[in-house]
């Protein structure tokens, strides 16, 4: 069974060791281009702490409460090659191949077990949100390349009404 996660319940979580240490708060998710999760950016708390990365080889669970990792130590944050933020996802574009809008993207989901972005959720504009509800779109059907737009690979969107069931 897949267990899924969307960033915006992730984003300020509690990070802690499994001595239920507090190491920091969730500040972002990197993914591959693929949408392989690569790990998180943590916020550490302190005067002369710097944003860390904890690889998602080290994640043990991920309840309501918090994030329990492994007791590591965090890596520097720097830049790594191939690997993008979804915190600047978040607002861009979705667009056609033919450069068609099709939305703007509000949250990103993931599954934890399979360390894979599922389903990108995505407003078509305020009124259309009351109207109709946000729609939602497979990972696997954008190419997303770090720039300011992801291009779907369908001619009309293929966005869905409702939230792909996942549970197979």
Not at 69 to 88: A, G, H, M, N, V
Not at 97 to 114: A, R
Not at 120 to 148: C, P, S
Not at 150 to 165: Q, V, W
Request: proline residues 2%; hydrophobic residues 40%; aromatic residues 10%.
């Amino acid at each position: 069974m897949k267990v899924i996660h969307s960033f915006s319940s992730l984003i300020n979580l509690p990070v802690y060791d499994e001595m239920h240490e507090f190491i920091g708060l969730v500040e972002d998710i990197m993914i591959t281009k693929h949408g392989s999760t690569f790990g998180f950016r943590i916020d550490q708390k302190g005067l002369f702490l710097r944003d860390g990365f904890v690889p998602i080889s080290k994640l043990l669970s991920i309840r309501s409460d918090g994030i329990i990792i492994t007791k590591t130590k965090l890596r520097p944050l720097e830049k790594f090659d191939d690997c993008y933020s979804i915190d600047e996802m978040i607002n861009k574009r979705i667009v056609t191949q033919g450069d068609e809008l099709v939305g703007i993207i509000k949250d990103v989901y993931f599954s934890t077990n399979l360390g894979i972005v599922e389903i990108i959720e995505m407003t078509e504009g305020w009124f259309t949100d009351l109207q109709e509800g946000r729609k939602y779109l497979a990972w696997h059907d954008v190419n997303y390349t770090g720039k300011e737009t992801l291009i779907t690979n369908f001619i009309r969107g293929g966005a869905s009404d409702e939230m792909p069931k996942l549970l197979e």
